[in-house]
């Protein structure tokens, strides 16, 4: 299967500064990339995601940049703002494909 | 157009209980999973169904069933509860899952179930 390891565990920055989230994955076969933001009594949300034919991918305040041969990714937020608090997650799939393994999270909080 | 809609939020059972958790999703979706939330552990896959008429087990299956009854549902069922299975519980559905290509997962808002 695929082990999916997620750092930090937890995470508090000043409004405006930058956020980073590392996430490594074992199978050099997985292919695709995504991150899930969870506010509380909800459930995770796609934010940004990447396949492995590219190595940045951008939208607005949010980045992901994918480094395949040392097998790990990470998310960028810039420009924090209070409500980009909430637990953030990674995940990749098998090298076959269909089963998702995630990390254990990152909780983000941003201080006014 | 709801997504995932997943019922009840909250349940509580006694040990030895059973209960069938529903997930519905309108997007027309060939896959369909359940997860299972614990604090420090992220989200572990129990059971998917990759497409209408499949299913499989996950990292965590032990303790549950599952059916795919149409392309539209996907439940899931406690046949005797344990206060190890207290957890919060997430349906997802994604359009295709292969090898060739993943698309992402659209998660419900979850259950709450508490085994005492």
């Known amino acids: 299967g695929e082990n999916v390891e997620q750092h930090p565990s937890t995470l508090s920055v000043q409004e405006g500064d930058s956020a980073v989230i590392k996430c490594t994955y074992s199978d050099s076969a997985s292919n695709y990339f995504p991150w899930y933001k969870q506010e509380l009594g909800k459930g995770p949300q796609l934010i940004i995601d990447i396949r492995s034919n590219v190595g940045e991918k951008k939208d607005q305040r949010i980045a992901v940049t994918l480094n395949k041969t040392a097998k790990h990714f990470s998310l960028h937020i810039t420009e924090t703002q209070p409500e980009d608090s909430a637990v953030y997650f990674c995940a990749a799939p098998t090298g076959a494909g269909n089963q998702f393994y995630f990390g254990t999270g990152t909780s983000l909080t941003v201080i006014p | 157009n709801a997504g995932v809609t997943q019922t009840p939020k909250f349940q509580v059972l006694k040990t030895g209980q059973s209960m069938t958790l529903q997930c519905a999703q309108d997007?027309?979706?060939?896959?369909m999973y359940w997860y299972r939330q614990d604090p420090g552990m992220g989200l572990r896959l129990i059971y998917y169904?990759?497409?209408?008429?499949?299913?499989d087990k996950g990292e965590v299956p032990n303790g549950y069933n599952v059916s795919r009854l149409n392309k539209r549902e996907f439940s899931l069922r406690l046949e005797s509860a344990a206060p190890s299975q207290t957890s919060v519980y997430f349906c997802?559905?994604?359009?295709?899952?292969?090898?060739?290509?993943?698309?992402?997962?659209?998660f419900g808002n979850g259950t709450r179930l508490t085994v005492t």
């Open positions: 997802a559905s994604s359009e295709v899952q292969a090898r060739s290509y993943n698309s992402p997962l659209h």
């Open positions: 169904s990759a497409s209408e008429g499949t299913t």
């Open positions: 997007m027309n979706h060939n896959s």
